[in-house]
């Protein structure tokens, strides 16, 4: 029965719950049998790739042809990355657990916007909890608490924020800013640190990049030269931050040496562990992040190495008061009180305004498989990274770039015979793209380029690092003709 009396049949059926019921039901098989066919590696590609123009042509031409919903959905899956194809080891995506992906479905259909109570009440109250938790296993005390935020980049960025509001000797929020501020970072920081102090109005200069050691660390011998340099150029050094992991190799910075520097030159300590700061909820490789107690803040992504589908990050501060400075505004019609501690209008302390119930997928995961499901996740794919770097290490064709501490490998295809190691490389790399049947990606380190992997599938096994590794050298030996 459809109560809309005089409304137009077009909203009515937009509306239709038996509609819902209907095509959601179809949905459902149609992704559960997807992942079947998957897992028994029905499925020959991780990714059925297709140039850019092939792409638009195909939709541009979809848009045009009536079909439905339902039509689209299956159009999507078959045009689109299988991240939970075992033979998928490009980005350090997560493979999420399935309910996370039915925690999205309610998010989306209540459409709670989050950033106040009353349209949040449910993930405003999650928020608290799942922080607090997230809080006490980095071995923060009880003032600690944070916040959830559209991805990692967002999450950088506010902490920066909160750093400015803390450490600038203006009040740069009100009045602009009076010094050049700055921040000090490893060269290998992701690109999301640099964006974020430009957006800042640093500039350039107000980005100090220190190098790495051979393990792609931070070489904190640097930092009380690099530190002096800046003083001598009038720069006001704000924030020093460690990577844990970064990008590329996936390397942990010293976090405790950083963090002592930290507190011996009053500078706030950001921890980058979007990817790797998940070690925390596993008892093997939580020593990878020694001295992670020592920082101000931590973003954590769930949707890396915690299974959670994107986006949902949380921002973790040693002081909870202190995140509830980042963005002081009034905004009467949201909130009486501007300046109050109000954990439960989570908006008052996110870039965003309306949010969708991200925590939701975090807190659904943990009530169905509890909080074990983390750790089994993060020691299972190093545990195989571990693995796959030892297969690479007995074969004479392939040169790994650096012991891997987490889940992302590099290494190149080498050939005495081959001059050109790079390009031998980059055109292997395209080629295992057009095929399909693996996915990887491919970085620069140095001068050097390098294949690069990521394990992020539990359903990855040896049989599949060889796979991958026979069907490079297979492709190297077409490309010599
Ligand atoms: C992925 C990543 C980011 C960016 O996070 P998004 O969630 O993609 O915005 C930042 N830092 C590190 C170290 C990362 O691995």
């Not at 493979?95 to 949040?120: C, H, K, M, Q, R």
Request: charged share 20%; with cysteine; proline share 2%.
């Amino acid at each position: 029965m459809n109560q809309l009396e005089s409304t137009s049949q077009v909203l009515q059926d937009a509306f239709d719950p038996d509609r819902f019921r209907s095509v959601g039901r179809q949905l459902i098989d149609l992704l559960s049998h997807h992942f079947e066919e998957t897992y028994a590696r029905k499925k020959p590609q991780a990714i059925p790739y297709q140039s850019p123009e092939e792409a638009l042509a195909f939709w541009k031409k979809d848009f045009r042809t009536k079909t439905s919903a339902l039509n689209v959905f299956e159009e999507v899956l078959a045009r689109s990355i299988n991240v939970h194809h075992p033979r998928n080891m490009g980005h350090q995506v997560t493979v999420p657990a399935l309910i996370g992906g039915l925690a999205g479905l309610v998010s989306d259909v209540l459409s709670n916007g989050t950033g106040v109570f009353e349209v949040g009440m449910a993930s405003n109250a999650m928020e608290r909890i799942i922080t607090s938790l997230v809080a006490t296993t980095i071995g923060f005390d009880e003032q600690a608490n944070g916040l959830f935020t559209s991805g990692g980049t967002l999450a950088n960025l506010t902490a920066l924020l909160a750093a400015r509001q803390a450490k600038a000797p203006s009040k740069v929020w009100d009045v602009g800013h009076q010094e050049k501020l700055a921040i000090i970072v490893s060269e290998e920081a992701h690109y999301c640190i640099d964006r974020a102090a430009r957006i800042m109005g640093f500039g350039k200069e107000g980005i100090i990049k220190v190098p790495v050691d051979e393990q792609f660390k931070i070489r904190t011998d640097l930092l009380e030269k690099h530190l002096a340099n800046a003083k001598a150029q009038d720069l006001h050094v704000i924030a020093l931050v460690g990577c844990a992991s970064s990008t590329a190799t996936g390397a942990y910075d010293d976090l405790a040496a950083l963090g002592q520097f930290c507190q011996k030159h009053n500078l706030w300590f950001h921890v980058d562990g979007a990817h790797g700061g998940a070690v925390v909820f596993s008892k093997k490789h939580q020593p990878l992040v020694k001295g992670i107690e020592l920082a101000d803040t931590v973003v954590i992504d769930f949707h890396k190495m915690l299974l959670t589908p994107a986006l949902s990050t949380a921002l973790i501060f040693s002081d909870g008061a202190l995140a509830y400075q980042t963005f002081q505004q009034r905004a009467q019609y949201l909130w009486d009180a501007a300046q109050e501690e109000e954990w439960y209008n989570s908006g008052k302390r996110t870039f965003e305004c309306t949010k969708f119930m991200m925590v939701l997928k975090v807190y659904a995961l943990i009530k169905e498989f509890g909080l074990e499901v983390f750790e089994e996740n993060i020691d299972c794919l190093y545990a195989k990274t571990q693995a796959f770097a030892k297969l690479i290490q007995n074969r004479s064709s392939f040169r790994l770039a650096v012991e891997p501490e987490a889940n992302i490998l590099n290494f190149q295809y080498v050939d005495v015979a081959n001059e050109n190691i790079n390009q031998l490389n980059s055109q292997i790399r395209q080629q295992l793209l057009e095929e399909g049947k693996f996915y990887i990606v491919q970085t620069m380190l140095g001068d050097q380029r390098y294949l690069r992997t990521t394990i992020m599938n539990p359903h990855t096994t040896e049989l599949d690092f060889m796979g991958l590794l026979d069907e490079i050298e297979q492709i190297a030996l077409k490309l010599k003709g």
